[in-house]
DNA sequence: TCCAATTTTGGGAGCGCTCCCAAAATCTAT
DNA sequence: ATAGATTTTGGGAGCGCTCCCAAAATTGGA
């Protein structure tokens, strides 16, 4: 060992422990805030640290500890365009947020193909520098879901999974309550034809939303009429608009605000008028929900909240503070504009 | 040890040794691909392999090695609207996936105030579980940038640094020649009183873009007209367009394609015409470019390729195939469509 | 058949940390 | 001053891997 003390080059426990004097023991005591350690003792330990700015070897640590403090976040391939509708930078964002407040670093897995995907998922799954995964969609396949379990990876899924299953933790919001006090919204304005642009028939989030919209169409005992899903894109959003023009609809719920903000352009295309024309409504109340024109009445999800909540429930069970698998579901939120 | 040898549960070298017959030495040789280990030793312990489904520790061999093949992200916090212009999704999907390819994960981190900016810096500069970073802008402090040199961790930025340094490994477009192709094709229209919405003029990028602005107009004799930075937003792009539009400018060359679609809502919104009264170009060529109406003209810059080019950099670096440093200037492409 | 050269394989050691057990030091009461 | 109780500290061992050196096995030529 060189005796060069005071340099960037990396030093072990060892070596604190020489320079302040005490045992390696010693020194991992202070790092980790153990007891029974003399103030005289710690003081020391920590000016030595800090002068030589001292970090441990977290792979050594895991080593011992079987514990990384790393999450991973997974989104699927099939939301290839994972970032052109707001949802996802928004959910990143929050999740990498609250993981680094809590201590813990984020790895991030995308598919953008469907032909590597599986090479991707099992890369995920036989991944040992993360301790556990939150799974952004429920774009995945139940075998993916299976593996994590088999290998007691622990795992959190953004949105519902198709299938009840006591290992399964997930968040969701009420995707069926926003679709159907969104359609009611426009039942109650007295609109006629009201159709619904869905997003993506895979995922769970869309389903329900079109479920909610047809509640409260058979409910009103009129016709539901579909378009073709917009899969969560403005250019989407735009071609399904397109085809609902020739129906002759007054009021279109579409399952997220990008492809609203799609449809609102081919309806101006068509010269048509907002609200009068056509009431149209959305999904999300992402920022420019607020400023499109006119405003966009849309369905509020606490998308950085999904986040939060994902990723402190990932987190406490990774501590140890939770056993049990946990559902939680948040309130969605009918905010009224202009559109609808 | 059990004697439960096909579960789920880890292995280790000796536990698939001990079931094919041979040392943990020959195992990590076969895994490892090394010469010297009989084909017939080769396939049983591949076999032994693939029935337990075995997978190394990767902690346990980064402390051996000092290698993890995990680079990190950062996405600064002044990008703090990181995804709301595509440009670092963009970027963040070209890296992951390419990071991916080469076997290689990716951890993310963002700063989202500038409170926290410092602690999420220091906590990158430490990071003890990857072995490079990609720093997404060269809105940083000197003082980072020192420190991962300082720690021998190798990185490359992504835009040009302020200063020359042959420590800095870094990647770029032609920010100031697309600045110029734009302005000047504006110029070549005959347009008279051409303007400028800078993006941040914290940012290289940003700079160098109203540099190139600057260099056409001057070149042509005419009076530069600087707006308000638009900090890569749509709201700022159209905020700055509303203080332009006070000043009968007839063309405006826009640091950002979502500013410029800002720009062209406070246009229209002003009941004016693009192009005949209002010219207007931006930068990215991102894909609502095309679709805007009249559709945009833009310097197309070349996202997944700066994603690419970056990736396969530090990991050249990181995989001691690369020695001296190395910066790449990636080449813009005028786009003229209709707005201009 | 024997021997030298080459190939294949095994196991000690250590990477840097944490945990556990025991030694050493300190404190308090008699 | 002494002894028992408590606190503080030290060091062995092992987590799971890779590397290196040496042992064992194999091969080929005389």
């Not at 034809?193 to 409260?216: C, F, M, V, W």
């Not at 023009?245 to 907002?274: K, N, W």
Request: aromatic share 4%.
């Amino acid at each position: 060992m060189d005796d060069e003390v005071v340099s960037s080059k990396h030093h072990n426990l060892e070596d604190i422990a020489r320079l302040s004097g005490v045992s390696r023991s010693t020194v991992s005591r202070v790092i980790n805030q153990h007891p029974n350690v003399s103030e005289k003792t710690r003081q020391r330990v920590l000016q030595v640290i800090d002068q030589v700015d001292f970090h441990p070897n977290l792979a050594a640590r895991a080593l011992v500890t079987q514990k990384l403090n790393v999450i991973g976040i997974l989104i699927p391939h099939i939301v290839s365009k994972v970032f052109s509708d707001p949802f996802f930078p928004l959910l990143l964002q929050s999740i990498t947020n609250t993981a680094n407040q809590m201590g813990y670093s984020v790895t991030l897995w995308l598919t953008s193909t469907e032909g590597d995907s599986d090479d991707i998922l099992g890369q995920v799954v036989n991944h040992r520098l993360m301790d556990g995964l939150i799974v952004a969609s429920t774009v995945v396949d139940e075998s993916f879901i299976q593996k994590l379990d088999e290998r007691g990876k622990p795992f959190v899924i953004i949105g519902s999974p198709n299938r009840l299953d006591p290992h399964v933790n997930y968040v969701d919001v009420e995707n069926e309550i926003g679709g159907y006090l969104l359609t009611q919204h426009m039942i109650k304005q007295q609109r006629q034809r009201i159709a619904h642009i869905p997003g993506l028939e895979k995922l769970r989030s869309s389903r329900d939303r079109q479920a909610g919209y047809l509640r409260a169409i058979h409910e009103a005992g009129m016709d539901a009429i579909i378009a073709p899903p917009g899969n969560f894109s403005e250019e989407g959003g735009y071609r399904s608009m397109q085809v609902l023009l020739d129906q002759q609809v007054d009021a279109v719920f579409c399952a997220s605000d990008i492809m609203a903000i799609g449809a609102m352009q081919a309806i101006r295309a068509a010269g048509l008028c907002m609200p009068n024309d056509i009431a149209i409504g959305g999904f999300d109340d992402i920022h420019q929900a607020a400023l499109t024109n006119p405003p966009l009445t849309t369905v509020h999800q606490p998308i950085l909240r999904l986040g939060e909540v994902a990723t402190e429930g990932i987190i406490s069970i990774l501590d140890g503070r939770v056993e049990t698998s946990f559902h939680q579901i948040l309130p969605v939120e009918l905010i009224i504009r202009q559109s609808a």
